[in-house]
């Protein structure tokens, strides 16, 4: 479901949140666009050095993780 929203007023816009997919605070960067990028795709990404924890392997889902697809459709309602 792909729905068009118009650009916002800010060019970009972050949040501090707590991803369990790699077990650690990653930060979200929102664009103007409506573009992400997630400091977890860095460091846990595909390509990344594997880093296992807690006994399982953590990998980010990048963009389209949960948490990253929430937080930019939270900031698309709030937009006029």
Same mark, same amino acid.
């Given at each position: 479901m792909s729905t /068009?929203?118009? !650009?916002?007023?800010? /060019?970009?816009? !972050?949040?501090t949140l707590?991803?369990?997919a790699v077990d650690d605070e990653v930060t979200v960067l929102v664009y103007k666009d409506w573009s992400v990028t997630c400091t977890g795709q860095a460091k846990y990404g595909q390509g990344a050095n594997p880093v296992k924890r807690k006994g399982r392997r953590l990998e980010c889902r990048g963009p389209e993780c949960p948490p990253v697809v929430d937080y930019r459709r939270r900031l698309q309602e709030q937009e006029p």
């Open positions: /068009q929203h118009e !650009a916002p007023n800010w /060019q970009v816009t !972050a949040t707590r991803c369990e």
